[in-house]
């Protein structure tokens, strides 16, 4: 298993231009998520994903969209891109059940390092 | 609101020492903690994952325990190494916090030669 993908690794981008950030998991897992992480932040989450056809807001989802329209891949929208989404994300994922008492690992990518100039 | 702490924020230590990272969190109402592994530029790496009715987890020489109703969670590294070298990140699943993960900013550790 390749586990989580994430292209590109690095990406510079002007203020108001958009681009999406991809994320992939071969491990069948329901849940996916992004986060951003930040120094003095920590991380956090922006989108979540339970399964295909679903999407809900995290902690800082404003300026991202999301959408899931396959259980692999959930690509992470940036509309128009402000010196404040300057950030490193990242793409997680696990299993999930309808009742999240039962939790599972998370499992994150390796990270697109982003730049908004 | 969840919050995660993690103490300290850097730390150094010779090879070969024992050592103990620190996480705490404010609301105990939680499913699991998880320690992750960050190397400098690289992703999260799972090394540990607690469950709430669990009090401690061990994989070679780590071993996690939790303490949920005082809200602590303690990671210890037996016979340190340099290759153990990076930053450990705590978070916990929340009752309340739906799907979401709540992070620690981490303990950069470095062991020296």
């Known amino acids: 298993n390749a586990g989580v993908t994430q292209t590109p690794k690095f990406q510079v981008l002007k203020t108001g231009q958009s681009m999406t950030l991809q994320c992939a998991q071969d491990m069948n897992h329901e849940y996916m998520s992004w986060y951003r992480q930040d120094p003095g932040m920590g991380l956090r989450l922006i989108h979540y994903?339970?399964?295909?056809?679903?999407?809900d807001q995290g902690e800082v989802p404003n300026g991202y969209n999301v959408s899931r329209s396959t259980t692999e891949d959930f690509p992470l929208r940036l509309l128009s891109a402000a010196p404040s989404q300057t950030s490193v994300y990242f793409c997680?994922?696990?299993?999930?059940?309808?009742?999240?008492?039962?939790?599972?690992?998370?499992?994150f990518g390796p990270g697109t390092r982003l730049t908004v100039t | 609101k969840q919050e995660v702490t993690q103490i300290p924020a850097a730390l150094s230590v010779p090879e070969g020492e024992n050592l103990v990272l620190n996480c705490s969190f404010t609301d105990s109402a939680i499913y699991n903690l998880q320690w992750f592994r960050q190397d400098p530029g690289k992703g999260l790496t799972s090394l540990l994952l607690i469950q709430s009715s669990q009090r401690e987890q061990t994989s070679g020489r780590l071993n996690a325990s939790l303490d949920k109703s005082s809200g602590r969670s303690t990671l210890y590294i037996a016979a340190s190494q340099p290759g153990d070298s990076a930053t450990y990140l705590c978070?916990?699943?929340?009752?309340?916090?739906?799907?979401?993960?709540?992070f620690g900013e981490g303990t950069q550790l470095t062991v020296n030669p």
């Open positions: 978070a916990v699943k929340g009752v309340t916090s739906g799907s979401r993960l709540t």
């Open positions: 997680a994922s696990s299993y999930s059940t309808p009742s999240l008492a039962d939790t599972y690992e998370q499992y």
């Open positions: 994903s339970v399964g295909a056809g679903i999407t």
